[in-house]
């Protein structure tokens, strides 16, 4: 009954989560498949199952905040202008806003908020660098970012998985936590099919 209870909260949170996706440029099952990945990473590096569920949860909701920008900023085609740009760097805002309240595992909000921080700390909302960006964060902005790159874009199409991974190990150290694109490389070597696209698992299998 309890696991019952918390596929049917998850199906609920990927729901409204897929909302959110269908203002986005993304195709459908972004969340489910940055889900998938960032699950595989956390257990990689040692999460406990409380954690790992957090994750679970903080991928599915990681860009929720977007419900409050434009749909002319989120389906632009082509770079964004200075006041755009700022504008869209408000989601992680609005998605701990959105939050507030709801009694959810740490890691969730600090996924929501900081899974655009940077390493080098050129990201936002915080501009945090190193270790000082949470982990659960660092785990679903490469799991985002792998995504991103593998899925197909109006304005360019999917990159195979293998150039996906170079191009995720070459920003490691400055975009990305170098721990956690060693957990991704050991995860293509000991489980590939989990990265191809075709492959990925959704929330609600």
């Known amino acids: ?10 199906e609920t949170i990927a729901a409204l989560s897929r909302a959110i996706e269908a203002k986005d440029d ?11 990945v960032a699950v595989a990473l956390a257990e990689r590096l040692g999460c406990s199952p409380d954690e790992v569920d957090a994750v ?28 755009e740009w700022a504008l869209m760097k408000r989601h992680p805002l609005i998605s701990e806003q959105i939050l507030t309240g709801l009694d959810l595992h740490p890691f969730v909000g600090q996924i929501v908020r900081s899974s655009h921080e940077r390493i080098d700390g050129k990201g936002y909302p915080d501009g945090l660098a190193s ?18 790159l593998t899925s197909h874009r109006p304005y360019r ?21 170098p721990q956690v694109v060693a957990a991704l490389e050991e995860i293509r070597r000991t489980a590939p099919g989990l990265l191809e696209a075709g492959e990925l698992t959704a929330l609600a299998s």
Do not use: W
């Not at 993304?26 to 998938?36: A, D, I």
């Not at 991928?59 to 905040?65: K, P, T, Y």
């Open 1 to 10: 009954a309890h696991d019952r209870a918390r596929r049917m909260h998850l």
């Open 26 to 36: 993304y195709t459908g099952g972004h969340v489910e498949r940055v889900s998938t």
């Open 56 to 83: 679970e949860i903080g991928a599915v909701l990681h860009d929720i905040g977007k419900i409050g920008i434009p749909e002319s900023i989120l389906q632009k085609d082509g770079p964004l202008d200075d006041g």
């Open 131 to 148: 270790e000082s960006v949470p982990l659960a964060a660092r785990i679903v902005l490469v799991a985002d970012a792998f995504d991103a």
């Open 157 to 177: 199409p999917a990159r195979p998985v293998d150039d996906a991974l170079r191009e995720v190990q070459a920003n490691a150290g400055t975009q990305f936590c």
